[in-house]
């Protein structure tokens, strides 16, 4: 039996598991898929550990970055990316990444297409960000702007959230929200989204689209607002499959069926 799991800090809200569960029944693997919440403190020494008891793992929050320097060697286009979220291991161990080709079929699936808006803006700075900055250039976009609590002012395409409040009812543009704000349970104000609650409505007056990372659960405070507003809208949750069953076909070395996604989705009563 091979053994896989999904590493973060924390994953009370993940449901990777049966995801990957469901394709091991649909493909006839022999594997098993554990869940494996990891501090801060103790990620390079745990990651090292599994490096050499596991078969392959899946990194999310905060990990995406961190784990790469323990990686023996890393895909050419997550380098380019600068996150990995997908690691085989054996011989050599090698990060990957599969968030991007998930983000991508995902907007293409649900109707949000930045190459029709002038402009695009997303909402957090982290290793999701980094996947999804990349991804709406190679969909063409025009412009992309990172809006992060912190801004970079080395960075000419990060913005503050009082500069986005200010730029964005001119301009208009899609918005995908990379952070981990609205992720259950999280119910107070700072963190039910990433945009101001009061400010909300008043922005998806001048969006194109809105696309929501987070996946649990299946509507978002953002995704509702954008709902309200007749836009084109989607959360997370088939951009999760998408990566997970990208990520199978890393571990077995074997395509998956066209459609897998879909499929799962409506056998998980996820859609």
């Known amino acids: 039996m091979r053994h896989y799991a999904l590493i973060g800090e924390k ?11 469901a394709i091991f029944r649909e493909m006839g693997i022999d594997a098993d898929y554990r869940i494996i919440e990891i501090p801060r403190s103790e990620m390079a020494v745990q990651t090292r550990e599994l490096l050499c008891t596991l078969d392959g793992f899946n990194i999310t929050i905060p990990y995406k970055t961190d784990v790469m320097p323990l990686l023996d060697e890393i895909d050419p286009y997550a380098a380019a990316i600068g996150a990995v979220n997908t690691v085989r ?7 990957y990444n599969t968030d991007a080709p998930g983000f991508t079929r995902m907007l293409e699936r649900y109707g949000i297409d930045p190459a029709k808006s002038e402009q695009s803006f997303i909402l957090g700075s982290g290793g999701t960000a980094r996947t999804v900055y990349a991804c709406l250039q190679q969909m063409g976009a025009t412009h992309v702007t990172v809006v992060s609590r912190h801004p970079d002012p080395e960075k000419p395409h990060e913005i503050s ?3 986005f409040y200010e730029v964005f009812p001119q301009v208009g543009g899609v918005i995908v929200n990379a952070s981990a704000a609205g992720m259950w349970p999280r119910k107070d104000v700072d963190n039910i989204c990433a945009i101001h609650p009061d400010r909300v409505d008043e922005m998806m007056r001048y969006a194109t689209g809105v696309a929501d990372v987070v ?8 995704t509702q ?11 997370g ?3 999760l499959i998408e990566q ?3 990520a ?3 571990w077995q070395s074997r395509a998956m069926p066209e459609g897998l996604t879909d499929k799962l989705m409506k056998e998980l009563k996820l859609i």
């Open 225 to 235: 607002a954008a709902a309200r507003a007749g836009l084109p809208w989607c959360t």
């Open 89 to 95: 291991t054996g011989e050599k161990n090698v990060g």
């Open 244 to 246: 997970a069953v990208q």
């Open 237 to 239: 949750m088939y951009m």
């Open 11 to 21: 994953l009370g809200h993940s449901v990777s598991q049966p995801i990957h569960e």
């Open 215 to 222: 996946y649990n659960p299946p509507e978002t405070f953002l």
């Open 161 to 163: 959230y009082a500069q």
């Open 248 to 250: 199978e076909a890393i």
